[in-house]
DNA sequence: TTTAAAATATACCATACGGTATAGTCATTG
DNA sequence: CAATGACTATACCGTATGGTATATTTTAAA
């Protein structure tokens, strides 16, 4: 692996665990085994080293995530597809999407937050999209679909968070409950 | 207002808006118009500093908590019941709960984690122990009181993070609303 | 084989960090 | 009045921070 992507890896295990502003160059390049010019050769700062972290993931993210959004007419079935696609993805990369997660409720003047803002924005475009279709079809969904985007990626991050903690597991069946939650409470 | 409150305030304000590890001690006392020995008078460390806030605006925030937690034999009734306080409290101390919910979804090995950290049990116990009191009468919520607690803080967080982002208002509605989703799902 | 550019190391910079030793100030109390 | 203890300012400590000037090595093309 050149060093690059060596970087990479170990400035996304040490932001996951522990922050960003809590981890200093020294640590990520001594944990790369090389010195600091060589990161500063590749990305320039540490910010911009914090940015190509982010794009490199989000891309992959993204490819993932906007297939799978696709309204396809029936919106429980285009909700367990996305789920699905984010529960798949987080599992994979546990790592960055804690990361992703903190980042997004980090403070609003925090230099993390401002780095994953746009990518935010842009799940919630998604998000909204999906529940404008679906209002043709459910007329009562009118007007509410920024409301209905924000709180069912914040009931998918919910979930992705329990597993994260290891409270519980993803697998289909989380899935199936998750969005089976989301649309018909907690009893049925 | 003493030197004591003006730190703990200043503080609050800076944490919130920057982050904890983003901002300096010299950066809170010139906020706080003092010098660096009194802070280090009144609260010992940063660290100290932090626990002091989060212990002050955690003893106010469980005081409203707890009584509203307290399982009526209606588990719809006591879910309003308890977002209903949670929604005010955030509203009436935004700055504090935006640092209490970055704090909580920040990287495990952080500070600010491990400072909130036992409140946070301490939520998830009160709600635990409303489901299993609900799951007396319902018996399909048996022995997954741990994941319902876990969800449905994570929706009430979802709506006040609504909030605090001025996607939406919190107003009585808000609250039966937050609360009949997650009973009956998207539609009803 | 020369040459140029990319990649990497040594050693350093100014600054900001959390924290403190010392010397008071000031109100309360005996 | 004397003295005590809570409180606060000046000036400083060692260290870690993000970042870089310079020099050297490696790589690949001409």
Redesign the pocket.
């Known amino acids: 692996m050149?060093?690059?992507s060596v970087i990479l890896v170990c400035a996304l295990q040490l932001f996951s665990q522990k922050g960003y502003?809590a981890?200093?160059?020294?640590?990520i390049v001594d944990a790369a085994g090389?010195?600091?010019?060589?990161l500063?050769?590749?990305f320039?700062?540490?910010?911009g080293l914090l940015d190509s972290l982010l794009a490199e993931y989000m891309t992959g993210f993204f490819r993932v995530i906007e297939p799978a959004a696709e309204y396809d007419g029936d919106i429980t079935n285009t909700l367990n597809k996305i789920t699905f696609a984010y529960f798949n993805y987080a599992q994979k990369h546990k790592q960055f999407y804690r990361l992703a997660l903190s980042s997004w409720f980090a403070p609003p003047d925090s230099e993390v937050f401002n780095a994953i803002l746009p990518y935010m924005q842009r799940q919630q475009k998604l998000m909204e999209g999906i529940f404008l279709n679906a209002a043709k079809q459910h007329g009562n969904m009118k007007n509410r679909h920024e409301v209905y985007a924000y709180a069912f990626l914040g009931m998918i991050n919910t979930y992705i968070g329990i597993a994260l903690n290891g409270v519980t597991k993803i697998d289909d069946n989380t899935v199936y409950r998750v969005v089976h939650h989301y649309m018909h409470g907690i009893f049925s």
């Not at 981890?23 to 640590?27: F, L, S, Y």
């Not at 090389?34 to 060589?38: D, G, M, S």
């Open positions: 050149d060093n690059n502003n981890v200093g160059v020294q640590e090389i010195t600091k010019p060589t500063y050769h590749y320039g700062s540490k910010r």
